[in-house]
T-cell receptor
Framework: AQKITQTQPGMFVQEKEAVTLDCTYDTSDQSYGLFWYKQPSSGEMIFLIYQGSYDEQNATEGRYSLNFQKARKSANLVISASQLGDSAMYFCAMRVGNTGKLIFGQGTTLQVKP | DAGVIQSPRHEVTEMGQEVTLRCKPISGHDYLFWYRQTMMRGLELLIYFNNNVPIDDSGMPEDRFSAKMPNASFSTLKIQPSEPRDSAVYFC?????????????FGSGTQLSVL
């Protein structure tokens, strides 16, 4: 069975500092995609970054990067130079090729302090 | 593109009433997903469709829940009869294909409160 685990219910970070949000996954499939979504207090789900299981390089999107360690089955999100607007819930998710389902972790609430 | 459109944004109803949530996916997207978000259980996949056909409804909590997709541009999630424990945010999402690199686009969600 596929599973996503986010072990940090809540995190604090000082403005302008970097922060890492942890995500581990479990699947026996070789082909899968890993995603991070942001959910601000307004409730919408915003796509941040994607990493494919066959990608050798870590994905980057502006201030977001994904630290992909396949052997450890981890896909941590790194946010550099945190901003107050980064305060939100962050979800790690996995899409497995043979089903097309996107399953989510429990989420991490990030609060950026001024 | 207008994105995934859900209605209503908020729904307050009394226990025992029928509730219908609506979703219009992005044009050209073949996959449609219904999720439920609660504090206790996080984001749960309820059901998803491919080309209007339900593929996996194993996440539907019980027979009170039903979902339909009569055409490529419209889907409904119905709860009958509703119960207070159904209170949650319900999201609809769509994607073009099943591929692992295809992200899902989410609607704004429907906040359901069952009193």
């Amino acid at each position: 069975a596929q599973k996503i685990t986010q072990t940090q219910p809540g995190m604090f970070v000082q403005e302008k500092e970097a922060v890492t949000l942890d995500c581990t996954y479990d699947t026996s499939d070789q082909s899968y995609g890993l995603f991070w979504y942001k959910q601000p207090s307004s409730g919408e789900m915003i796509f941040l970054i994607y990493q494919g299981s066959y990608d050798e390089q870590n994905a980057t999107e502006g201030r977001y990067s994904l630290n992909f360690q396949k052997a450890r089955k981890s896909a941590n999100l790194v946010i550099s130079a945190s901003q107050l607007g980064d305060s939100a819930m962050y979800f790690c998710a996995m899409r497995v090729g043979n089903t097309g389902k996107l399953i989510f972790g429990q989420g991490t609430t990030l609060q950026v302090k001024p | 593109d207008a994105g995934v459109i859900q209605s209503p944004r908020h729904e307050v109803t009394e226990m025992g009433q029928e509730v219908t949530l609506r979703c219009k996916p992005i044009s050209g997207h073949d996959y449609l997903f219904w999720y439920r978000q609660t504090m206790m259980r996080g984001l749960e996949l309820l059901i998803y469709f491919n080309n209007n056909v339900p593929i996996d409804d194993s996440g539907m909590p019980e027979d009170r829940f039903s979902a339909k997709m009569p055409n490529a541009s419209f889907s409904t999630l119905k709860i009958q009869p509703s119960e207070p424990r159904d209170s949650a945010v319900y999201f609809c999402a769509s994607s073009r294909r099943q591929a692992t690199n295809e992200k899902l686009f989410f609607g704004s969600g429907t906040q359901l409160s069952v009193l």
